[in-house]
T-cell receptor, first 112, second 115 residues
Framework: DQQVKQNSPSLSVQEGRISILNCDYTNSMFDYFLWYKKYPAEGPTFLISISSIKDKNEDGRFTVFLNKSAKHLSLHIVPSQPGDSAVYFCAARRIRNTPLVFGKGTRLSVIA | DAMVIQNPRYQVTQFGKPVTLSCSQTLNHNVMYWYQQKSSQAPKLLFHYYDKDFNNEADTPDNFQSRRPNTSFCFLDIRSPGLGDAAMYLC??????????????FGPGTRLLVL
C-alpha cells in the first residue's frame, strides 16, 4: 500500500528550462511534505518542505506547490542546471515526530 | 561540520553470518532512524529511536535488531542475513520534538552485499 507515489521514474530536461517533479499521496492525514535530493553514493539531503496549511513554498530556484484537494504536490526547479541531476524523493509525515513515508523517487537528468 | 556518519560504506557478508552496521552523529539529535532501500524502491523505515525509546515498524523482520548505547551512536544488527537483505541501509537523525519544520538528516548509507 503505497501512500506516497511518484509515478514518473525518470525525467529529462534541458538546461535552463523548468523541471517539474510530481508526487501524489493517498493519506489525507499527512500534514507536512518534504522533498529530498539524492546523488549517487550519498544519502538523501533535505531540499524544501511545505506544511499542509500552505499551498506554496519557495526557496531560490526551488518551489513546492501543494494541492490538498487533489492530494498532489509538485517541485518546480527554474532554471534547471546540470548539477540538479539527481534522484528526487517526495516524503510525507502524518503528525509531528512520526516517521516519514517516502515515494520511490524520480531521477532527473538535466542536459546541457 | 556536524554530520551523520555511517561505517562501513560497503559491507560484504556471507549468507547467515551476523553483521553489524554502525551510525554516528554529531548533531546531538534525539531521534535516529534506520532505513532499508532496495534498487528503485522508496527507503523503507525499519525502526527508530526517540532518545532511548525503541520503535519498531510492524513489518520489520525479527532478523533485524538495533542498539543505541548513547545519543551519538546507533547500530543495526542483522542476525542471519539472507540474499534478500542485500540493500542500501540509510541512517538518519532528526531533532527532538520541534515545530512543524522537522527534517531528517541522512548519512551516506552502507551498501550490504550478501554472498
Amino acid at each position: 500500500d503505497q501512500q506516497v507515489k511518484q509515478n514518473s521514474p525518470s525525467l529529462s530536461v534541458q538546461e535552463g528550462r523548468i523541471s517539474i517533479l510530481n508526487c501524489d499521496y493517498t493519506n489525507s492525514m499527512f500534514d507536512y511534505f518534504l522533498w529530498y535530493k539524492k546523488y549517487p553514493a550519498e544519502g538523501p539531503t533535505f531540499l524544501i518542505s511545505i506544511s499542509s496549511i500552505k499551498d506554496k513554498n519557495e526557496d531560490g530556484r526551488f518551489t513546492v506547490f501543494l494541492n490538498k484537494s487533489a492530494k498532489h504536490l509538485s517541485l518546480h526547479i527554474v532554471p534547471s542546471q546540470p548539477g540538479d541531476s539527481a534522484v528526487y524523493f517526495c516524503a510525507a509525515r502524518r503528525i509531528r515526530n512520526t516517521p516519514l513515508v517516502f515515494g520511490k523517487g524520480t531521477r532527473l537528468s538535466v542536459i546541457a | 561540520d556536524a554530520m551523520v556518519i555511517q561505517n562501513p560504506r560497503y559491507q560484504v557478508t556471507q549468507f547467515g553470518k551476523p553483521v553489524t552496521l554502525s551510525c554516528s552523529q554529531t548533531l546531538n539529535h534525539n531521534v535516529m532512524y534506520w532505513y532499508q532501500q532496495k534498487s528503485s524502491q522508496a527507503p523503507k523505515l525499519l525502526f527508530h529511536y526517540y532518545d532511548k525509546d525503541f520503535n519498531n515498524e510492524a513489518d520489520t523482520p525479527d532478523n533485524f535488531q538495533s542498539r543505541r548505547p548513547n545519543t551519538s551512536f546507533c547500530f543495526l544488527d542483522i542476525r542471519s542475513p539472507g540474499l534478500g537483505d542485500a540493500a542500501m541501509y540509510l541512517c538518519a537523525t532528526s531533532r527532538e520534538a520541534g515545530g512543524s519544520q522537522e527534517t531528517q538528516y541522512f548519512g551516506p548509507g552502507t551498501r550490504l552485499l550478501v554472498l
